[in-house]
C-alpha cells in the first residue's frame, strides 16, 4: 500500500519563535530522587510544608493535613476569585513598612506559581514581535523562557558584579530612555542565584524614570529569608506601575501545589484577573494555601525559617574552612547559597574554576547522592555552585561529602580535569 500524501509540515505550522526555543530541563532530569539523596538542587524548604502536621501527616488539629478539602466537592469547579486566599496574603503583608495604606483583595492576582504571573505580564502588555522586556542577569532563567514564548526581545543589563550583584539603575533608565518598547523590566530580590536583596532606592530611581511607560516587576520568591520588613508588596500602593511577585513554594514549603501572587494597583490586578483562565487554582490547593495563612500554620513556617537561617549561618562560618573553597558571591538573604569552587586550595593559589566545580558537582551528585546546582555560565559566576540551604542533618552530609570530593579531584591528573562544554551548559540550564 502506498503512503499516503501528507501535506501537514510542523516546521511550517508551529511558530518559528517555539520552534527555535532552547529547552531547559528541569533540575531532577540528571539525578533521580531515589528517598536517599540529598537534594540541596531547587532551593525547595528541606523541613517540609509550613503546616502543623504530625509525622503522618495529620494535622495536630485532627484534620488530615490539616485542610478542609472537600473530596465529596471536586466534581465542582473551584472558585474563581479567591477572594479569602487574597485577603490573607494582604493581611500577612499589610506591614505599614513601606506606606500607611492598606492592601486590600483587589491588588491581588493568585496564579500557578509566580511562573503564571510571568507569563500573564508579558501576554497582558507586550505585543508579541514587537515589544522588549528587560532582565538583569544573572537572574530566574523563567523571565527569559516566557519571553522567548511570547516572541518578545530581551534587552539585559547584567547585575553589578563588583558590588555584591547590585542593580545598575542608571543603566537601566538608560536603555528604558533610548528602547521605549521596553515594557517589563523584571527584578529578583532576593536574586537567583545571587541571594542578594535588591536595594528599595535602586528600584526607586527605575520607577521614578520620568518618560518610560512601562511596568517593574519584583519578584520576590525568597523573600521571607530577607530582613525584616524587606518585602516591598505594601509598596504597590505608591506605584501605579510596580507588581510585585511572591510565592508560597520556598519558606512556605508548599513547591508542590504550586501557588503563586502577584501584588500590584487594582487597575493593573484586574486585567490580569480578567485574562487568566477561569478555574486556574484548584480546590485542593486554595484549600491548602489558606491553611497555611492561618496564624498557627505561620508559626510553624518561621519556625522552619529560624532553623534554615541558622544552617545557612553555620555553612556561611564552616565552608570555608574546606580547602577548595573560596568566596561566597552575592548576599545572603535567601535559602541558598553561591560559593566558588577553586581549582586547587586557596593557601595554594586557587583561582575559581568551571571546570573544578563541574566535577564536583557531577560527583556529589551521581556518586554522593547530594544534589547541588552548577551555575559556572552565568555572568560572574565563574566556578560558583548554588547550594540550597538544607537540615542539619542534610548540612552535616553535604559538609562531609565537599570536602572528600575537592580533595579527591585535587589528587587526580590535572589531565583528566577538563571542562565538558557540554556537560557544563547542560549544568547551566537548569533553571529551578
Known amino acids: 500500500m502506498s503512503q499516503r500524501s501528507q501535506p501537514f509540515d510542523l516546521a511550517k505550522c508551529a511558530r518559528p519563535n517555539i520552534l527555535k526555543l532552547h529547552p531547559y530541563r528541569c533540575a531532577r532530569d540528571d539525578y533521580k530522587d531515589d528517598g536517599t539523596n540529598i537534594l540541596l538542587d531547587a532551593n525547595e524548604n528541606a523541613y517540609g510544608p509550613g503546616l502543623a502536621l504530625d509525622r503522618n501527616g495529620i494535622a495536630v488539629n485532627g484534620h488530615h493535613k490539616s485542610t478542609d478539602i472537600d473530596f465529596l466537592g471536586l466534581n465542582r469547579y473551584p472558585d474563581p476569585h479567591q477572594h479569602d486566599l487574597k485577603e490573607k496574603f494582604c493581611r500577612l503583608r499589610n506591614t505599614h513598612a513601606h506606606t500607611d495604606k492598606i492592601l486590600k483583595a483587589e491588588n491581588l492576582f493568585c496564579g500557578v506559581g509566580s511562573d503564571e ?159 487568566k483562565a477561569p478555574y486556574n487554582i484548584s480546590s485542593p490547593t486554595s484549600a491548602i494555601a489558606n491553611a497555611a495563612l492561618e496564624e498557627q500554620n505561620l508559626q510553624v513556617m518561621r519556625e522552619n525559617r529560624a532553623k534554615i537561617i541558622e544552617q545557612r549561618e553555620r555553612m556561611q562560618a564552616e565552608l570555608p574552612r574546606i580547602p577548595g573553597i573560596g568566596r561566597f558571591l552575592g548576599g545572603a538573604d535567601s535559602n541558598f547559597l553561591l560559593v566558588e569552587i577553586l581549582d586547587k586550595p586557596r593557601d595554594q593559589g586557587g583561582k575559581p574554576d568551571n571546570a573544578t566545580a563541574l566535577a564536583v558537582y557531577e560527583t556529589m551528585a551521581g556518586k554522593r547522592g547530594v544534589v547541588v546546582r552548577f551555575r559556572g555560565k552565568e555572568i560572574g559566576c565563574a566556578g560558583c555552585l548554588r547550594i540550597t540551604v538544607g537540615t542539619k542533618q542534610e548540612v552535616d552530609r553535604f559538609m562531609k561529602e565537599i570536602a572528600d570530593v575537592l580533595q579527591e579531584i585535587y589528587s587526580r591528573s590535572k589531565s583528566r580535569l577538563q571542562t565538558n562544554g557540554q556537560s557544563a551548559a547542560e549544568a547551566n540550564e537548569v533553571i529551578a
Open 117 to 275: 504571573a510571568i507569563d500573564a505580564l508579558l501576554r497582558c502588555f507586550c505585543a508579541p514581535g514587537k515589544d522588549k522586556i528587560l532582565t538583569c542577569p544573572p537572574t530566574y532563567g523563567m523571565y527569559t523562557v516566557s519571553a522567548e514564548v511570547n516572541d518578545l526581545d530581551i534587552v539585559t543589563v547584567p547585575l553589578d558584579i563588583e558590588d555584591g550583584f547590585s542593580l545598575q539603575s542608571d543603566q537601566i533608565c538608560e536603555k528604558l530612555s533610548t528602547e521605549p518598547s521596553i515594557k517589563l523590566v523584571y527584578i529578583c530580590s532576593p536574586g537567583n542565584p545571587t541571594a542578594s536583596l535588591i536595594k528599595k532606592d535602586a528600584i526607586r530611581q527605575v520607577l521614578e524614570h520620568p518618560s518610560w511607560n512601562g511596568i517593574v516587576v519584583v519578584d520576590e520568591a525568597y523573600i521571607d529569608f530577607s530582613p525584616e520588613g524587606s518585602s516591598l508588596a505594601e509598596w504597590v500602593l505608591e506605584w501605579p506601575n510596580l507588581v510585585v511577585m511572591q510565592t508560597l513554594s520556598k519558606a512556605f514549603g508548599l513547591a508542590g501545589i504550586r501557588l503563586g501572587v502577584a501584588f500590584t494597583s487594582p487597575d493593573i490586578a484586574a486585567l490580569l484577573n480578567n485574562m
